[in-house]
């Protein structure tokens, strides 16, 4: 197992520890690496963007952490570690049907990309929210009822709701209550598998800044994937980027945004308009994502990279420390010039 470039132990402010993680889809005799060697941690009350382009590996990562992955798919090697608020730490990769059961709504919650179908749609609200809180809290329906109505109340939902079935609720109230769901019962981590994908952007917005509203209340981390850097550079704190699998780059969203040291995290971003700020011209990366069976045996984005050089070819590179707080895998971080910026965050 590759050494965790994150050198110091878990202390009290990390929430999850994962530890070179690689998940492949396939035979032993034809496999399909599409997670290798992944290291990450996620803080109390932070929250976590990972990016990347379609077929990076973010989706296969997260299911692989909440144990949500289905054959062909395989964890190869790694560990991953819960270290909840109340209760001992939890060994994710390896907790048995019972420990997942505890651990789910109480200190793991997820919403998919098709979070809008994830409720029930011949249940009212209402009873979605108590089931939730009664089998997991022990609550009295009257209680469970009280409490759900103040949680549709905090993702800007009317209390009146409560008793609506989904198909009556607008697609952005269906995902807003779906968010609401998730938190009920105050879990310590929030996974966001492209939430918002499905809604318009005035209502996307609307739902992050919701989402960052309630995650400064109640002090939950989140780990929010989307391959649309830019959304990231409005709500994470820190952005781990994917490509081919692994991450090349990882650090605060501010410094990794102006000055991101990986080519790819450069291309990334500059695919995508500046939120604030003047416009600049947008480059796509040339090229297309790597066949995951077919990796270089270099540096995967190698192929792809302006800066490319001889050393690229021979071997994966590290994902090395690179000072403030910043992980880089690029034999070339330390030389690309310093990119002009259009926008700022
Ligand atoms: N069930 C599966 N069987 C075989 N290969 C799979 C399966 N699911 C995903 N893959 C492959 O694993 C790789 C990583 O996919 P994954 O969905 O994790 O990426 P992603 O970054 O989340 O992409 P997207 O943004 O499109 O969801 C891709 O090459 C994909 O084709």
């Not at 050198?7 to 997670?35: F, I, K």
């Not at 005035?202 to 209340?217: D, E, F, K």
């Not at 990231?232 to 704190?237: C, F, H, R, T, V």
């Not at 270089?296 to 050393?311: D, L, M, N, T, V």
């Amino acid at each position: 197992m590759p050494a965790n470039p994150h050198e110091n132990s878990p202390g009290q402010d990390v929430l999850l520890d994962v530890e070179g993680l690689s998940v492949d889809y396939g035979t032993e005799a034809d496999p399909l690496p599409a997670v290798s060697e992944v290291s990450l941690r996620v803080r109390r009350g932070d929250i976590l963007g990972i990016a990347g382009e379609s077929g990076s590996g973010k989706t296969t990562l997260i299911n692989a952490l909440l144990r949500l992955l289905r054959p062909p798919a395989q964890v190869r090697s790694g560990r991953a570690t819960l270290y909840p608020r109340s209760g001992t730490p939890l060994d994710l990769l390896h907790a048995d049907a019972k420990e997942l059961r505890e651990a789910r709504w109480e200190q793991t919650a997820v919403v998919f990309q098709s979070a809008m179908n994830a409720l029930n749609p011949v249940s009212r609200l209402s009873a979605q929210f108590t089931d939730v809180l009664r089998t997991h809290r022990r609550m009295p329906k009257s209680e469970a009822r009280e409490h759900a109505a103040h949680m549709l109340e905090l993702v800007g939902i009317p209390a009146a709701r409560l008793d609506s079935y989904p198909h009556e609720l607008s697609g952005g109230m269906r995902q807003r209550a779906t968010i609401a769901l998730s938190l009920v019962c105050e879990p310590d981590l929030l996974v966001m598998d492209e939430p918002t994908t499905a809604v318009d952007v005035v209502m996307q917005r609307q739902i992050l800044r919701q989402v960052i509203r309630l995650q400064r209340r109640l002090g939950f981390s989140v780990v929010f994937i989307t391959h649309d850097l830019s959304l990231l550079l409005e709500i994470a704190d820190r952005i781990a980027v994917m490509y081919g699998g692994r991450i090349v780059e990882s650090g605060p969203v501010g410094a990794l945004y102006r000055d991101p040291r990986h080519p790819y995290t450069r291309g990334l971003r500059d695919s995508f308009p500046p939120l604030r700020g003047p416009m600049r011209k947008l480059n796509g990366i040339p090229g297309s994502p790597p066949d995951l069976r077919r990796l270089p045996p270099g540096c995967p984005f190698e192929p792809r990279c302006p800066y490319a050089s001889s050393e690229c070819t021979t071997a994966v590179p590290e994902l090395k420390d690179h000072g403030a707080d910043r992980l880089v895998a690029c034999v070339h971080a330390d030389t690309l010039p310093v990119p002009t910026v259009g926008g700022r965050v």
